[in-house]
């Protein structure tokens, strides 16, 4: 007879320190609002799966809109993305600092105008 004690249920949560190699910083600074765009060059076997879902995800969004979209912690994103940057798969666009000017502030406001256009 079956005793709801003696059962255990598979594990269906991965923690975030497995997906990232233990790492919890990325070596890349990248800012929640950064803008990301993939480099040409096709297909990437030797990335691991959480990997090839940021990256399938990543062209012409931000770290935030990423981590949303593919149901993982924004910590870890930042590391898998960090680690696609560094590797020279994705480029991350120029954000706004302190130190930028009028019309790259104005440029950045109508790259995200056109974003949400288009949803």
């Not at 997906?19 to 890349?28: D, L, P, Q």
């Not at 929640?32 to 990997?51: I, K, Q, S, V």
């Not at 981590?67 to 940057?85: E, H, N, Q």
Request: aromatic share 6%; proline share 6%; with cysteine.
């Amino acid at each position: 007879m079956f005793d709801n004690h003696d059962y255990v249920a598979p594990a269906r949560y991965v923690r975030p320190y497995t997906i990232t190699a233990g790492r919890t910083r990325s070596k890349v600074d990248l800012p929640m609002e950064a803008t990301l765009r993939r480099r040409p060059g096709g297909f990437h076997p030797d990335l691991n799966p959480a990997a090839l879902r940021v990256l399938a995800t990543c062209d012409a969004r931000s770290v935030a809109e990423v981590s949303a979209l593919v149901s993982m912690p924004i910590g870890v994103v930042r590391v898998l993305l960090g680690d696609l940057v560094e590797q020279g798969i994705v480029h991350v666009e120029a954000t706004i600092t302190e130190s930028s000017s009028k019309d790259e502030r104005i440029d950045l406001i109508e790259r995200t105008l056109r974003g949400l256009r288009t949803y």
